[in-house]
Each structure stands twice: as C-alpha cells, then as structure tokens.
C-alpha cells in the first residue's frame, strides 16, 4: 500500500470545506482534516507533501475531446488568430506568411498540416483559398482545417494526392467540407502506428499538465480508427500507465443491436457508440442544419448526415445491447431530428424508455436549445457534453453566431443557465482541437457568458469540468469527481494569487460568498485574473504530473 500526505494547504472538499490535509492510501481518499490533526499520518507515509498554501481539487474531466487531432495540432502550424499577428500585416496575409515559411521548412513531399484559422475573426471574412496557398506555398501539397476541423481548404497538389476533386463537399477554390474534407483527413492523416500511439502519448500527458485526470474521446471514421480507440482504451486502462483515464465513444451508426454487439466486440472497454456521430456539421462551415437559412447564406439551412429513423434504429439497438449512445448535434433542426428519433424510440415500449433512461444516451454540443427539447431532455433521461468555449470563442455580439446567424438567434445561443436550472445532467469539454484543452478556460467562459441571463456559478461550472464527466458517462458510482473518503484521489494541486467564492451574474442564484459558509474555495476566474497554475496531478493515486519540488 503506498501512502501520500497532502498538508499545509487549502482541499476543495464539500465533505470537509476546512480542510487543509489529505491523505492517499492506496489509491483512495482515506483521510481529510485540519493540519495539526495530520502528524499523526506524516509519520507512515510514503510521502509527505507540504502545499505550501495550493489548493487541492478533484481532476478535471473533458467530456469531448479528440486525441489524435490533438496532438497533430500540436505538431502543425496554428493558424489561430493569437497566433498569427505580424506586425503591419493582416491576419489573413500573416496565415500565407505563416504557411509560406513552414512549406520552406517542411521535407518536399511531406504534408503540411495546418489548423485553427477562423475567416470570422479576420479583416477580410473569406476563407482562404487554394490559389493563395499555391502562391505562397510552392506547390507543395498543404491542408489548412478550419477551426472547427469540419471543414478545410487544400492546395492543388493535396487535392490531387488525396483525390478531392469532384468528391461531395469539394469547391474549385479548394475549400472542402463533407465526404471531401473526410478524405483530406485520411489522407493527412496517414501515419504508422508507432507514431499514432506516441503522439497519443504526447496529448494526454499535456492533458495531465493541466489538472485532466479522464478525457472522453469521440471517435469516429475521418478522426481515427477503430483499432487506435481500442490501442488508447488499453493504454491508459491501468493507471500505472501514469496518463489520464480514456473514455472511449466511437461515432459509427448501428442498425440493430448485432452491429452495436459486433462494434463493442471489437473495441474492448468502450463506453458508448455515439458522440461525433454526427446529425448535422457545424456553423462555421454552413454545415449545422437550422430551421432557417443561414443569415449570411440565404440559399442554404445546412446539411443533415441522419434523419429520424436513423437516429432511432440506432438507439433502439445500442439500448438494445445495452450500450450508452449519442450524437452530436449543432443546429436547431438537427436537434429536432434527434428528438423526433429519440422520442420514437422510447415508444416503442416502455420497457425500452426506462432501459434509455438508464443508459443516459447524450447529446454533444447542443448549442440550440428552446424550452420543448429541454422537456423531452429531462423525460428521455438526456445527458448533455457542453462547451463553454463556444461561446468565448464566437458569441461575442460581432461574432460568427451573429454572423452566421443574426443577432436574435445568436443571443439565444449555449443557454447554460437555462440547462442547469432545468436539472439536465452536464458535463464540460473542449471538443479539442476545436478550442484549446484548458478546463481553467472552461470554467471561466461558463462564468462570462456573453448573455448575463446565461452566466452560472464558478462552482456549477466546476462540478460540470470535474464530477460532471464521470456522471454522464455513468462512472460516478464510486465517488469520482469529489474529494471525500472513500473516493478514489483523481485530484490536482493549483498554486493561485486568489481564492474565493465567485457568484454568477447579479440576480441569479447562486452560493453564499461569505467564507463562514464553508462553501469549498476556488481560484479567482475573473476577467484579466492570472490562470492557475498546476503543480500536480494523480489519478487513482498514481502521479501523472508533477513540479512541486521546483
């Protein structure tokens, strides 16, 4: 049995909102209290670590992530605008900038992978194109996915490597959504399986940096393979393997209940069959399906993947074999779609309802949601995979919402508040590499929603970052998520500048800020605050991470 004190500091624990130690025994919280109660656990432990005034909280959970897009954002040129500015140039010339030095640099031959740019934050609000990238590039062959990796643009030589052209969903200027952009994917993404499994290994130890103890990868063809799921599940099942617990979705339909069996078969350890599995695209590439056509395209309301009867046959047979299912949902009609499946399923009898309210099938992103989903929400036993980000990223008043799709519609965006008041089970991600894997991030936006009515709490935000994953993908049975004995440690240590208790926006509910009330403290997550810094991470009482000593 290996032991850890944890003393000296400030543990973000309901149970005991005063604690300032905490002790690991075995992999299990076993103890929690006041410092001068701690000596007598200093003396038979393994290790003993003097927190210095950190603060201790449970491990953050990303409830959508995607590993390897990840880390192949991480070897590739960013093309974000934090990361494009040049002086005296546009954000639009300093990407050609951008990708015109890498082409120098890159082997001739190889790919050059870029992500991240976003035409709606640009001066000039067009995506770019393959004549421009041809100029700048020397023929090389380049893919460049937008922000939202739902749709990209390609130069001349990688439309012809990859067979582009004439594909659906390809455009003569070079931009792909569709079939053609899942076909640039797979072309740039054509690697051995030794460099797969590295990088998976790079990405979840940058995860473990930054306080993750569990991510949940949506999976799915055009992302990765079935035997890279089944390679990640295995990795990180043990947690000697010292990197954050995978909780594995792959996004491929199922007709009857054979297909769902045959899927779980031949990826071990998975949680559920659904999330990018996709009703509709997204908004930045006109793809999410809406009620009404897009304010700044009239001649379309986006693309629909599946209709009603594809999303009930694949509930009834993923409940059928008793498998959590779920799909990702952006627009308004693809989630009426989803909900016409979903409420045609749990007629079929009634023992299917009370199996589908079990199973808790879930729902990613949903950022589109009136009062009658959130009705069949609660009745179907929904769970939900938010991002707070979203709304950081693009709801700002001038954002690609309003852009996209008119002011009226754009304010009623990711209604957090409303979700959580109505009870909905919610969990935070970050759809990584769509925004950064930053759970600090996460919480913040949640807290500075561009809508004040849809602001909630720092410490609603952080339940739904932290002990809201393990509960929507039903792994919350054994305590995770919380800091109490008996719970297993998946905790992380933060140095701050300020702790407190941060309420939402005036006139909401919210908790007392009077630190009397042993309401459990958190890091300032105010605007222009510095961010936490993490000084170590353990799950199941294994470290994952850790620079205290330095």
């Known amino acids: 049995m290996t032991s850890i004190l944890f003393r000296n500091g400030i543990i973000h624990s309901p149970a005991d909102p005063f604690a300032e130690a905490l002790l690991v025994d075995d992999g299990v919280v076993s103890w929690l209290g ?70 120098r640099t890159t082997p001739r031959g190889d790919v050059v992978l870029a992500h991240g740019w976003d035409e709606s934050t640009w001066e000039d609000p067009r995506p770019l194109t393959m004549t421009e990238i041809d100029a700048v590039t020397g023929g090389a062959p380049v893919y460049a996915a937008r922000t939202d990796v739902h749709c990209g643009v390609a130069s001349s030589r990688f439309a012809d490597l990859a067979g582009l052209r004439g594909l659906p969903g390809w455009h003569d200027d070079g931009f792909v959504t569709l079939d053609a952009n899942t076909a640039a994917r797979h072309h740039a993404r054509a690697i051995t399986a030794e460099r797969r499994d590295a990088m998976y290994v790079r990405a979840l130890q940058a995860a473990a940096a930054r306080g993750v103890v569990a991510v949940h990868e949506n999976s799915a063809p055009g992302i990765d393979t079935r035997e890279g799921l089944a390679t990640l599940l295995a990795l990180t099942r043990d947690p000697s393997s010292a990197l954050p617990l995978v909780v594995g979705y792959r996004g491929e339909l199922c007709r009857t209940p054979d297909d769902a069996q045959e899927l779980v078969t031949a990826v071990p350890g998975l949680q559920g069959i659904g999330g990018d599995l996709c009703v509709d695209g997204s908004l930045g590439a006109r793809t999410a399906a809406l009620r009404a056509p897009y304010s700044d395209e009239l001649t379309t309301s986006g693309t629909l993947h599946l209709d009603a009867h594809d999303v009930r046959d694949h509930v009834l047979a993923v409940t059928a074999a008793g498998v959590q299912g779920g799909f990702h949902v952006i627009g308004d009609r693809a989630l009426d779609t989803a909900l016409d499946g979903l409420r045609a399923a749990a007629d079929v009898s009634a023992q299917v309802r009370s199996a589908m309210r079990r199973l808790g099938h879930r729902l990613e992103h949903v950022e589109m949601v009136d009062a009658p989903a959130m009705d069949t929400f609660v009745a179907l036993g929904i769970r939900l995979s938010l991002q707070p980000a979203f709304d950081a990223a693009w709801g700002a008043p001038d954002g690609l919402y309003a852009s996209r799709l008119g002011r009226e519609r754009a304010t009623a965006m990711n209604p957090l508040a409303a979700l959580a008041s109505a009870g909905i089970p919610t969990a935070f991600g970050s759809d990584s590499p769509v925004t950064p894997l930053d759970p600090w991030a996460t919480v913040r936006a949640a807290m500075l929603h561009h809508q004040p009515a849809q602001r909630i709490s720092a410490r609603a935000a952080f339940r739904a970052a932290t002990r809201g994953g393990w509960r929507i993908a039903g792994l919350d049975h054994t305590g995770a998520g919380e800091l109490r004995v008996g719970s297993p440690a998946h905790l992380a240590v933060w140095r701050a500048e300020h702790l407190g208790v941060q309420s939402a926006a005036p006139g909401l509910s919210s908790w007392s800020t009077d630190a009397r009330s042993g309401t459990p403290l958190l890091p300032d997550l105010s605007e222009g605050a510095t961010a936490p810094r993490c000084l170590h991470t353990m799950r199941d009482g294994v470290t994952l991470f850790d620079v205290l000593d330095q």
């Open 34 to 103: 006041a410092d001068d109660t701690a000596d007598g656990f200093a003396d038979r432990a393994d290790r003993v670590i003097d927190l210095a005034g950190a603060l201790v909280t449970p491990g953050f959970v990303d409830s959508h992530v995607h590993i390897l897009e990840t880390a192949f954002a991480d070897e590739g040129l960013d093309l974000s605008a934090g990361a494009l500015p040049t002086p005296g140039r546009s954000l639009r010339a300093s990407a050609l900038d951008a990708l015109a030095v890498r082409a």
